[in-house]
């Protein structure tokens, strides 16, 4: 599967990020910590017959997953018909969301009816005033609220991801009322280091904590790594036999993270981003505008992944033209 997609060091990609809209109605201090701004000149997001051409031919060059994610991808009118446009086609047999879950308890069951294979919730913290701080709003119960309701339905493919915070979340009372969690809740749960972009480097500075304090607190509270085969993507993966959850850890500044990269994304206005910290984005918007241009996008596609570099050098603090996650999905 998406062999078609391969790049000059080998790897293949048969997941896509693609971002609906980069608005959104959180604060969150990494990211929009002033609220989305919407610029002069705006374009406008990809509308539902672009972003159908555009799935056309990611099917047609392998892609079998795709990720909506934005800005919050929730807040746009038309949310469920992309994602039932989507879910409706052959060669996708993955769709899934990244949301932040703000009405969760009411979008739910909709939300399982588009034919969702899963959800990504992003919680920073499960004490209420901390996720206020972080996000700039008190919607946490609402968002556990709509976690319990998928689940009462049946639904099990939910994933929880929170952002790493120095001194925000990174003591074992945090990891303990995680762990407590996921135990109750059979959730797969995931650390995510925070990344450095182009607004953020005095946040990055004073909050960026190494996933190694998370890490070490596996290993002493008996969890265990059960990635043998790296092939699912950049998160290590840990089991315990006390619980009924997993826990993750995504570090993107780890050695050879780049390596297992298996995803490219494309931006609500519709660029092709190789990486998420490129120095370059290809618009494929001008390809979008009709069924007719397949072959041309589906040439350009072929040919830009041609530039794909071996990692995104954000060790060495560049963040290419990425302002904040929000602009290009996360
Ligand atoms: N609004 C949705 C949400 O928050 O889940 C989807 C978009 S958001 C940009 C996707 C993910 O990126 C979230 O899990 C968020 O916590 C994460 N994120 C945003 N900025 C980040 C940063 N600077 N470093 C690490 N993760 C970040
Ligand atoms: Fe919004 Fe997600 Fe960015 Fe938070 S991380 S501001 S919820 S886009």
Known sequence: MGEKLKDTFGRTFPYIRLSITDVCNFK?????????FKPNNHPGFLNINEIENLV????????????????????????????????????????????????????????IDTGVDGINISIDTLDREKFKEI???DRLPEILKGIKILQDKGFKNIKVNAVLLKDINDTKDEFDSWADFINQNKI?????????????????????????????YLELNGWSNIDRVRDDGPALNYINQKSNGTFGVIAPYSKDF??????????????LRL?????????????LQNASQKEELLNLILTQLRFKKESHYLELGNTGITPHLASIGG
């Open 56 to 111: 056309n031919a990611l099917s047609d060059l392998g892609v079998s997953k795709i990720r909506v994610t934005g800005g919050e991808p929730t807040v746009r009118k038309d949310f469920f018909d992309v994602m039932k446009l989507i879910k409706s086609k052959d060669g996708i047999k993955k769709l899934v969301v990244t949301t932040n879950g703000y009405k969760l308890d009411q979008l739910a069951g909709a939300l």
């Open 28 to 36: 969150c201090g990494y990211c929009l910590p002033n609220g989305y």
């Open 188 to 216: 797969n749960f995931r650390y995510i280091e925070l990344m450095q972009t182009g607004d953020n480097l005095k946040y990055f500075k004073k909050y960026h904590q190494s996933a190694k304090v998370f890490k070490e």
């Open 258 to 271: 780049c390596k297992t990269c298996n995803r490219l994304r494309i931006t609500a206005k519709g660029e």
């Open 135 to 137: 996000t700039g709003h």
């Open 275 to 287: 990486c998420l910290f490129g120095n370059t984005g290809t618009d494929l918007r001008k390809y």
